[in-house]
């Protein structure tokens, strides 16, 4: 299991970059109840993470024996995603790529932890990293047991960073938001201007493989 970590760091690394996590992890440290909502909140959104990286392991050799062997529906399929993601990227060019909404109703943990769990979830089919992390445990042959206690470490070392959220405000008060407030400032901005170009770059991508596949009959990838 530690022959994964050389692997799995960088992947954790751009995995945690999550605005949308930080400010909804914000967002539950400024009601009236912050840790137990803060704490609650990111508890669902972690075993979530966790339960879907085992449904994802389930369920990739079936997605990579698919990407291997394509059908024409796929390359239409492949278009149509390949549009979004290029409407997506010019749509995110005045700034806010990581605007993200509030939840409504009032915060109780137990809905900080449903909601949690149903952000996570809706945010999954676009983890990238997280299913190259799934990929690498499944490549290390590791045993059942193995596998799921390293996907429970990462999930686990990938919610410490959010955790010092509510351990802040706990430990220094109401001193700490503005800290955290510049911290969100940060992390907003680096998706601002990074997503883009990403969106882009993966819109062109998959935009360039499909018609190339309708219109010759070849794949480019």
Not at 9 to 24: H, K, Q, R, S, T
Not at 117 to 143: C, D, E, H, R, T
């Amino acid at each position: 299991m530690i022959d994964l970590l050389p692997d799995l760091i960088p992947l954790l690394g751009v995995d945690v970059l999550n605005p949308m996590l930080f400010a909804l992890m914000l967002v539950a440290i400024g009601t009236s109840r912050p840790f137990a909502n803060s704490i609650t909140f990111l508890a669902g959104h972690t075993a979530s993470y966790f339960v879907s990286g085992i449904l994802i392991a389930l369920g990739l050799d079936r997605i990579l024996d698919r990407l291997d062997n394509p059908l024409p529906v796929d390359f239409i399929l492949e278009l149509i995603v390949g549009l979004a993601l290029l409407w997506t990227a010019l749509a995110a060019r005045d700034g806010k790529a990581s605007e993200q909404k509030e939840p409504a109703a009032q915060l109780t943990p137990v809905y900080c932890f449903g909601y949690g769990a149903v952000i996570n979830f809706i945010g999954v089919p676009f983890a990238m990293p997280y299913f190259a992390v799934v990929n690498q445990v499944l490549k290390a042959n590791l045993s059942v047991e193995s596998s799921v206690l390293a996907l429970a470490i990462y999930n686990a070392a990938y919610a410490l960073p959010f955790l010092l959220v509510p351990i802040a405000v706990a430990l220094i008060g109401e001193r700490s938001k503005p800290m955290l407030e510049r911290i969100n400032e940060v992390l907003v901005k680096l998706v601002d201007t990074f997503m883009p170009i990403l969106l882009l770059l993966a819109g062109i991508a998959l935009t360039a493989d499909a018609l190339s596949y309708l219109i010759t009959g070849e794949a480019l990838w």
